[in-house]
């Protein structure tokens, strides 16, 4: 069965400094992985994904994420926080070569940036 | 349309009434998905489309919600006999057709179970 584990439900970060929110899978077979952000009164953005080859992929914002195989994880990062940051963040997972695999969301991460 | 779109946005019903929410998804998008997000829970999967069939209806709470998507585009998700549990926001997103493509998210229904 899959499983997505956001295990922090709020992380907050100064502006400026780096931050990191964490997402960790369980899947049968290879992933696909994503992650999606929700900003106050707005609908959920595609932020980026892993579907293979480099294990540090880079997204929109200035967001990245590294697929770590053997700890299961992808976790998100940004070098340095901006206050526009602040929003509600899913990662979410999906077996690969599976036609009937159901894209698995976790509960949510909500980043709050301190100016 | 250049998005996904949603109606009503807005729905506020009593319970034992049937309800249907409508999606249309971006033009050329095979795949299409409902999700239902709870006030501050993640989002819980529904049901899968590919074209006008469903490989996956495992997230389909009960028998009183259905779904279906005629010409591989508008979908509807009925709800039938309404329940105060069944409120929360009713997301529909699509995505082009592969498992690997990420999904473009319509705004919701809100709906509201009296």
């Known amino acids: 069965a899959q499983s997505v584990a956001q295990p922090e439900d709020q992380v907050n970060v100064a502006e400026g400094n780096p931050l990191t929110v964490k997402c960790t899978y369980s899947v049968s077979g290879n992933p696909y992985l994503f992650w999606y952000v929700q900003y106050p009164n707005r609908g959920l953005q595609f932020l980026l994904k892993?579907?293979?080859?480099?294990?540090l992929v880079k997204g929109s914002y200035g967001f990245e994420a590294e697929f770590n195989k053997s700890q299961t994880s992808f976790h998100l990062k940004k070098p340095s926080a901006l206050v526009s940051d602040s929003a509600l963040y899913f990662c979410?997972?999906?077996?690969?070569?599976?036609?009937?695999?159901?894209?698995?969301f976790g509960s949510g991460t909500r980043l709050s940036i301190r100016p | 349309g250049a998005g996904v779109s949603q109606s009503p946005s807005n729905k506020v019903t009593e319970k034992g009434k049937d309800v249907e929410l409508r999606c249309d998804p971006i033009?050329?998008?095979?795949?299409l998905y409902w999700y239902r997000q709870s006030l501050g829970q993640g989002l819980e999967f529904l049901i899968y489309f590919q074209g006008n069939s469903a490989p996956d209806k495992s997230g389909l709470p009960s028998d009183r919600f259905s779904a279906e998507r005629t010409g591989g585009s508008v979908s509807t998700l009925t709800i039938q006999r309404t329940q105060q549990e069944d409120s929360a926001v009713y997301l529909c997103?699509?995505?082009?057709?592969?498992?690997?493509?990420?999904?473009?998210f319509g705004p919701g229904t809100r709906l509201t179970v009296l």
């Open positions: 979410a997972v999906r077996a690969m070569y599976s036609s009937a695999s159901k894209i698995i």
């Open positions: 033009s050329g998008h095979t795949a």
């Open positions: 892993y579907i293979t080859g480099d294990n």
């Open positions: 997103a699509s995505s082009l057709e592969g498992l690997g493509d990420e999904q473009f």
